[in-house]
C-alpha cells in the first residue's frame, strides 16, 4: 500500500509540474517575449522553471545556461570512456535541432550565450515586444550560416617569368682551371660542327 500511494504521489506531482509548466509555456510572450523568440515558449518555460525564475535566469552566465538541465549518460562498467556528451535543454530549440551534427556544439554555445543576455532584457523590461530578441535570433543564425560555409577555393598561382638576364659568372684561377677542366676537346669541336639535317662533304683519299 505505501509503494502505491508512492507512485500515486509521484504521478500527481509530475502532472501538477506538467500543468504549471503549460501555464508558464502560455504565457511565455507576455513573461520573457524576448527569450521566447529565440528558443521557443517550450523551451524558455523549461529554461525559467529549472532556474527558478526570470531574475535567476538573468543572473546565470552562459556556460551554466549552456549545461542547464543536462544529464550525465552512465552506462554499466567500470570504463570512463561510456559517458556520454551532456546536453542541456537549450540544445532542444529549434535553431539547435535543425543545424547539422558536427555544427551542433557550436550552436549550443552561440544559443547559451545570447539566451542569457535575452534573459537580462526581459528582467528589465526593457522590449516588451521581443525586438531585441528577434535581433539576437539573427546574428546567431548568421554565425551559423558563416561557420557551414565552405572553405574558400585554394587558387594555383602562376609561375613567375623567369629571369633571362644574363648572371656574374666568377672569375679568377680557380674558376679558369674549373673552365679548363670541363672544357670540350678539340674532337668534340669538330663533332659538335656537323649540322643536323645538313650533309657534309666528306673527302678520302686526299685532294683528288
Not at 517575449?33 to 524558455?44: C, D, E, F, K, R
Not at 554499466?76 to 532542444?92: E, F, H, P, Y
Not at 679568377?172 to 668534340?188: N, P, T, V, W
Amino acid at each position: 500500500d505505501k509503494v502505491t500511494t508512492a507512485c500515486d504521489q509521484v504521478l500527481h506531482l509530475d502532472g501538477t509540474r506538467a500543468e504549471i509548466l503549460d501555464f508558464i509555456e502560455s504565457r511565455m510572450n507576455i513573461l520573457a517575449p524576448n527569450l521566447t523568440s529565440i528558443v521557443g515558449a517550450a523551451v524558455a518555460a523549461q529554461m525559467m522553471a529549472l532556474a527558478g525564475g526570470l531574475q535567476e535566469l538573468s543572473r546565470m552566465p552562459a556556460c551554466n545556461v549552456q549545461m542547464m538541465g543536462s544529464k550525465r549518460k552512465v552506462q554499466n562498467g567500470m570504463s570512463t570512456a561510456a559517458l556520454g556528451v551532456r546536453a542541456g535543454v537549450v540544445a532542444q530549440c529549434p535553431l539547435v535541432v535543425s543545424s547539422p551534427g558536427e555544427f551542433k556544439k557550436k550552436a549550443v554555445k552561440l544559443v547559451s550565450a545570447k539566451c542569457s543576455l535575452a534573459a537580462r532584457v526581459d528582467a528589465s523590461n526593457e522590449s516588451p515586444f521581443g525586438d531585441v530578441g528577434g535581433r539576437l535570433k539573427e546574428k546567431i543564425e548568421e554565425a551559423l550560416a558563416k561557420v557551414m560555409e565552405p572553405p574558400p577555393h585554394k587558387k594555383h598561382k602562376a609561375l613567375p617569368v623567369p629571369d633571362e638576364k644574363p648572371k656574374k659568372k666568377r672569375g679568377g684561377k680557380r674558376a679558369r682551371a674549373i673552365k679548363e677542366k670541363y672544357a670540350q676537346s678539340e674532337m668534340l669541336k669538330q663533332a659538335n660542327r656537323i649540322q643536323f639535317g645538313v650533309q657534309e662533304e666528306e673527302v678520302f683519299g686526299g685532294t683528288d
